[in-house]
């Protein structure tokens, strides 16, 4: 096991040795700090989002971007090719494609880079890294990282690296630096995140924890003996045990590499298509800019033009500037899907709600919403699907998350550790034989109700078609589109349609039920 850094800026250099191995020399310090935020509990801190002219407070903003990578070459599994050297054709420049546009203007980030690997990063690997990074990006590295087990659900008796614990090793290194960064982004290696994700959801951050603190606890116009299913509706104001729930979220995509063998479905869900959008900013809806022989598209260029990776582009035929209708979604769609009115905020007005809590989530904090299918879309389906489906989740290849959050959530907000230790009855072996991979990476923890789960809600903002692509991570591998079934391939265009039609009738409902 190596670490190194090009700079020691944050990190510290008597670090020589595994995470799992050098927390307990931290923790004390540590826990006198959480207790001091603990005592602020009820109230939460505003988070400077860094949107504003004044320069010097973006580039206060330090991101530890924390990218995990189980193998050097491609196995051959999920439609991928045997023996492609993934780690120099697709992990390297996706990592450092995503940290140049963090750091140019508008958003101007101080980024740092850690890297787990299952494996062991050579010397000259190490340099080839090293050498692509922008100057001032501190780098380490923790490769051979595998958990040592014996891995009772393959091999019992054989001691050997437990693979899929690899996904949790960024709680670990966050744990170990949680007060030297203001955001954290725990991505898989084939994930690209560009400023504007991150710029969202800092913006977003910082707005939904203004509203929570000016949320009542309870609804005073609501009587007490009403039931709280009855009380919370789709729209008007939610107390504060309801808006702390609420954190941004993406949804994974890829972009079309030959439709002819590989296209998007053709049947879509009985919704109409509508792309004449109004947009809403600084708290009040304007005309959309778009002529009327032209529909409002989704914006390709914050998730998927790649205008600096020629080389990729050209080996996978990748496009380099994809079209609106390039871009398909897989994990989800609009069945799985619900809006939410939130009052009294000037960045949006209606929020899309993905997929997720649902189990052990108490009643008193779920998020109700207006479901797609409200009006009998789905015919004999009169009912929103569960909220752990795989196929519908929207998993994110990733998550974001700030400090103050990641305090929350593991003080507070979830059933189980969210940060080390992994202790039983909620976790076995330090959480390597009871979770699997999307419970660490895939979110799964973070948004379900699943055994020492969180119930987080993702939201979406849908104040145009230019928010919305603020929430699309582009999946580089574009291997999903060639391993599933068409039918589940779903263009991100159409959906944007689909949803401003649910949201057209979402805002005739609230009228005459309001």
């Not at 826990?31 to 801190?45: A, D, L, M, R």
């Not at 550790?417 to 419970?439: H, I, K, T």
Request: hydrophobic share 35%; charged share 25%.
């Amino acid at each position: 096991m190596t670490i190194v850094a090009i700079r020691f800026l944050y990190w510290s250099a008597t670090t020589t040795t595994r995470p799992d191995g050098i927390l307990k020399s931290i923790l004390a310090s540590q826990k006198q700090q959480q207790q001091q935020q603990q005592q602020q509990q009820h109230e939460f801190p505003q988070f400077n989002s860094g949107s504003d002219s004044n320069d010097h407070q973006k580039h206060n903003t330090k991101v530890l971007y924390i990218v995990t990578s189980l193998a050097e070459y491609d196995n051959g599994h999920r439609s991928t090719v045997k023996g492609r050297d993934r780690f120099k054709e697709l992990m390297v420049p996706c990592i450092v494609d995503s940290i140049d546009n963090m750091l140019t203007h508008p958003y101007d980030f101080d980024v740092d880079l850690y890297l787990i690997t299952a494996f062991t990063l050579k010397p000259e690997r190490r340099s080839y890294i090293e050498d692509q990074l922008p100057q001032g990006v501190g780098f380490q590295v923790w490769d051979d990282a595998c958990p040592l087990g014996y891995d009772k659900r393959e091999h019992k008796d054989l001691l050997g690296d437990v693979t899929r614990a690899l996904a949790r090793q960024h709680r670990y290194v966050i744990k170990d630096k949680l007060h030297n960064y203001d955001i954290f982004l725990p991505f898989e290696d084939d994930m690209l995140v560009k400023g504007a994700h991150v710029q969202q959801y800092l913006d977003m951050t910082a707005e939904l924890e203004r509203l929570t603190n000016e949320a009542p606890e309870t609804m005073p116009d609501v009587p007490e003996t009403e039931s709280p299913t009855t009380k919370m509706k789709y729209f008007g104001q939610m107390t504060r045990h309801q808006m702390k729930r609420l954190i941004p979220g993406f949804i994974r995509v890829e972009v079309l590499l030959n439709e002819t063998e590989h296209g998007a479905q053709s049947q879509l869900a009985p919704i109409d298509l509508d792309y004449d959008f109004e947009i809403y900013a600084n708290g009040k809806y304007h005309p959309s800019s778009h002529h009327d022989d032209d529909k409002a598209e989704i914006d390709p260029s914050f998730c998927c033009h790649i205008p600096n990776l020629q080389n990729i582009a050209a080996a996978g035929k990748t496009p380099l500037r994809p079209t609106a209708s390039d871009v398909i979604i897989w994990e989800t769609r609009a069945e799985a899907l619900s809006l939410r009115h939130v009052a009294h905020s000037k960045l949006f007005q209606w929020l899309i709600l993905l997929p997720g809590p649902g189990k052990r989530e108490k009643l008193d904090e779920k998020v109700f919403g207006y479901w797609s299918g409200r009006n009998g879309a789905y015919g004999q389906v009169d009912k929103k699907p569960s909220g752990g489906v795989p196929d519908l989740i929207a998993q994110q290849g990733g998550w974001m998350a700030t400090r103050g959050q990641l305090m929350r959530l593991d003080e507070e907000l979830c059933s189980g550790n969210f940060l080390p230790p992994y202790n039983e009855p909620l976790y076995y072996e330090d959480g390597q034989q009871s979770m699997n991979v999307e419970f660490w990476s895939g979110g799964y923890q973070f948004f379900t109700g699943v055994r020492g789960g969180c119930n987080m809600q993702r939201v979406i903002s849908f104040a145009s078609p230019s928010d919305f692509s603020k929430h699309l991570l582009y999946h580089m591998a574009n291997n999903k589109q060639k391993q599933l079934p068409q039918k589940r391939m779903l263009r991100a265009q159409d959906l944007l349609g689909q949803m401003n039609t649910v949201l057209k009738q979402a805002q005739k409902d609230m009228i005459s039920e309001g």
